[in-house]
């Protein structure tokens, strides 16, 4: 059999992401366990043959969004602050929540209170573990306050921006997500970080859109602008 060509390895990879991408929408939209092949189908536009092609059942589906997730977190540019790092993480993923329907699944699966027959919680574990690499960072600079237990604010603030975008998607569809986020740090960070440190952490709600232009300027110089 001959090895496929890479025009047909390249169809193949659009179609899986056109999947996972209306998967994500609609597990967002109406959750996982209303969700049917038939309406990953529709929505996808691609047939039920080229689904089954890539995934063997919803929950196969379901699992590669979750991993969708963790391998399409592209690497947040590298601060000085490792504060700064920790506002940049939680911006772009406002960002991404608000713009990648994958993400919006992901955040949606991790929640979503119905059964569901796979392990939803390795994403929430990866952003706690993500955070607590944050902060052990800022800790052993002398960014934190003395009494800060690392381990702690990491489970907390995950479940806090939890809370948030699951709010704020009922409210107002996320629109606002970057806002209350920004209302988060105003109210976390000057209880676990040094006041000399805070006034240097740049607080502006527009960088997640400047993380994201950045790194598609870095993977493709021509790219058009995001929005």
Known sequence: MSKPTRPQQDRAIRTRQKILEAAGALFDEVGYADTTIADIT????VTKGAIYHHFEDKKSIGVAVIEAQLTEMAPIPPQEIATQQLVDAGYFLAYQLRKDPVQRGASSLALEQGKVDFDRTRSTRM??????VILTAAQEKGELRA????????????????????VSNAFDGRQQLTHRLKVLWELLLP?????????????????????????????????????
Not at 42 to 45: D, I, L, N, P, V
């Open 42 to 45: 529709a929505r996808s536009g």
């Open 127 to 132: 952003w706690i573990d993500f955070v607590t």
């Open 147 to 166: 009494h800060v237990n690392v381990s702690d604010v990491s489970w907390n603030f995950v479940a806090a921006f939890a809370g948030i975008q699951h």
């Open 191 to 227: 209880s676990i970080v040094q006041r000399d440190v805070l006034v240097k952490v740049d607080l502006s709600m527009d960088r997640g859109e400047r993380i994201a232009q950045q790194l598609l300027d870095q993977a493709d110089p021509a790219a058009t602008p995001v929005a």
